[in-house]
């Protein structure tokens, strides 16, 4: 134990204090996730965003939110109930209106949210270590995720925002969690049952979220017979009821709202049971495999970021990530042959529900989306999929590896740890590389031009739009006069052909004959 303490101190008194600073680390990663998603602050709406934009023009607040909170049923998606998620959307249609930058920082503000709130979660957690020192493990897990290329497009495509939400609200009520089982007060109980609660009324994990939090609950306080645990027990309990309460409410009035709607769904298929288990392991190896190797993952920018066959395995980049990945692997492996059961004690129960949460999030995209779509087509235009596994991993990974290698004080174990964190802050910078190339190409390709075209748009109706004839057209060398052919079943005003501009400004976007002509040039 002398040798350990005398490590930790020396590693410590290497740097200056405010390195080991909570406050100056959340800065750094902060900071980190502008530089990368810096380009992103420049996308313009696409894919479905255009189908919502559309759709929602001319609606006042109230419509955008309290008259929207089941979209996804009044366009014929009855399965789907998220009333949180369209209600924020409907916030920022009415606050943002066309102003996209505006629409891409609140996305990346709420990453770099979950990001903070993924590094407070690890740091309390090794703060209750018996002898707790500084550590650089919460930061180097917490810029990994924040830099994480496979899962990109979650932060920078602004229609999948209240994903963001959920995963807020999950590490939030995950912090919670950790505050009550350690101290058990009435209002940490509160801050869990309020961020799972809503997060059940934000994406469908959260229900499950919440009945595995439960469950958790009465596992943990029925095991303990101390007098501590016997004082706070009525807390506890009463936050496990009140989580399980959550889906019920949920499913209550998601049954309630879709009797309301007369929706028909259409019957779901028969469940392949081959291939459901086929799709499981794929969709977790492959979003795996991506987050630990960004170099050999190719995005592809454009209307969505979707992912194209791999580099070149014998690339410059590639190769260093993967000797990165068998230093990890090797490292993490070590950890895990040498670790004690006893030293888990405390951290198998949050791992395996985390562990819960990833297979049950796989096996609700598989059944939703690939089972009907294809697996391979669905890794690959939904690419943003690999945020949220990544985001139940990671925690997974943290109990069960890095807890106990904190935990570690033979010298060799100390380095091997060094190794690990420092292959892990390789990852994180090449993803962060990878993160600035992708949005730099869709800005050059796609968002600089649409954006440029827009904002003359807006200017123009700001001049001109009072008029009565008001009119414009794009002048035909304009990338933003580009046709999206497969917009035409989903518009408000049906036209022989659609452009960004026809869909974002349909009362004054023409073919031809318009009053004024917009010039890209």
Same mark, same amino acid.
């Given at each position: 134990m002398h040798l350990d303490r005398s490590l930790r101190v020396d590693d410590v008194a290497r740097y200056p204090r405010f390195v080991w600073s909570a406050p100056a680390q959340m800065v750094v990663l902060a900071l980190a996730t502008v530089a990368a998603y810096y380009h992103a602050f420049f996308d313009v709406a696409r894919a479905d965003q255009l189908i919502y934009l559309n759709q929602t023009i001319g609606k006042d607040l109230w419509a955008l939110t309290v008259g929207a909170y089941d979209l996804n049923r009044s366009v014929g998606d009855f399965l789907l109930f998220r009333p949180v998620l369209y209600v924020l959307l409907g916030i920022e249609r009415w606050a943002f209106g066309y102003h996209f930058v505006l629409w891409q920082a609140t996305g990346i503000g709420l990453h770099i949210g979950v990001v903070l709130s993924l590094f407070a979660y690890f740091r309390r957690r090794l703060g209750r270590l018996p002898s707790a020192q500084p550590s650089a493990t919460p930061f180097v897990l917490a810029l990994y995720f924040a830099l994480l290329f496979a899962g990109t497009e979650m932060v920078a495509w602004h229609h999948i925002v209240g994903y963001l939400v959920f995963c807020l609200l999950l590490v939030q009520g995950a912090l919670a969690y950790q505050r009550l089982v350690t101290t058990p007060a009435a209002g940490h109980g509160v801050a869990l049952v309020a961020s799972i609660g809503l997060a059940c009324f934000t994406y469908e994990l959260g229900n499950v979220a919440a009945l595995v939090f439960a469950a958790m609950l009465f596992f943990l306080y029925g095991r303990r017979? %101390?007098?501590?645990? *016997?004082?706070?027990?009525?807390?506890?309990? *009463?936050?496990?009821?009140?989580?399980?309460?959550?889906? @019920?409410?949920?499913?209550?009035?998601?049954?309630?709202?879709?009797?309301?709607?007369?929706?028909? &769904?259409?019957?779901?298929?028969?469940?392949?049971?081959?291939?459901?288990? /086929?799709?499981?392991?794929?969709?977790?190896?492959?979003?795996?495999?991506?987050?630990?190797?960004?170099?050999? $993952?190719?995005?592809?920018?454009? *209307?969505?970021?979707?992912?194209?066959?791999?580099?070149?395995?014998?690339?410059?980049?590639? /190769?260093?990530?993967?000797?990165? @990945? =068998? %230093?990890? &692997?090797?490292? %993490?492996?070590?950890?895990? =042959?040498?670790?004690?059961?006893?030293?888990?004690?405390?951290?198998?129960?949050?791992?395996?529900?985390?562990?819960? =949460?990833? *297979?049950?999030? $796989?096996?609700?995209?598989v059944i939703g989306r690939s089972l009907q779509r294809g697996i391979i087509p669905t890794l690959s235009i939904n690419s943003y999929y690999a945020y949220i596994f990544a985001l139940l991993w990671l925690p997974a990974f943290f109990h069960i590896v890095l807890v106990p290698a904190e935990a570690a004080h033979a010298p060799r174990e100390l380095r091997r740890r060094r190794l690990l964190l420092v292959s892990l802050t390789a990852i994180a910078v090449i993803g962060g590389i990878r993160i600035f190339a992708v949005h730099a190409a869709m800005h050059r390709q796609y968002s600089g031009p649409i954006g440029a075209v827009v904002d003359h748009v807006q200017a123009l109706r700001e001049q001109h739009g009072g008029a009565p004839d008001f009119s414009f057209e794009i002048a035909a060398d304009c990338p933003a006069a580009v046709d999206i052919p497969w917009f035409a079943p989903y518009a408000r005003e049906k036209r022989a052909r659609y452009t960004i501009p026809d869909v974002l400004f349909p009362d004054a976007a023409r073919s031809e004959g318009a009053k004024y002509t917009v010039d890209c040039r």
């Open positions: 017979r %101390t007098p501590e645990a *016997a004082a706070g027990r009525g807390v506890v309990l *009463a936050s496990a009821l009140m989580l399980i309460a959550a889906p @019920c409410g949920y499913a209550l009035w998601s049954w309630l709202d879709y009797r309301h709607m007369s929706g028909a &769904a259409e019957p779901a298929p028969p469940l392949d049971a081959a291939r459901f288990v /086929v799709g499981v392991v794929i969709s977790a190896g492959y979003w795996l495999a991506a987050s630990l190797w960004p170099a050999a $993952t190719h995005l592809v920018p454009g *209307a969505r970021i979707q992912a194209a066959r791999p580099f070149p395995l014998l690339s410059g980049l590639s /190769v260093l990530n993967f000797a990165f @990945c =068998l %230093t990890a &692997a090797w490292a %993490t492996g070590l950890f895990a =042959l040498r670790r004690r059961i006893r030293e888990l004690a405390a951290d198998i129960l949050p791992a395996a529900g985390f562990l819960l =949460l990833a *297979a049950s999030y $796989t096996a609700i995209i």
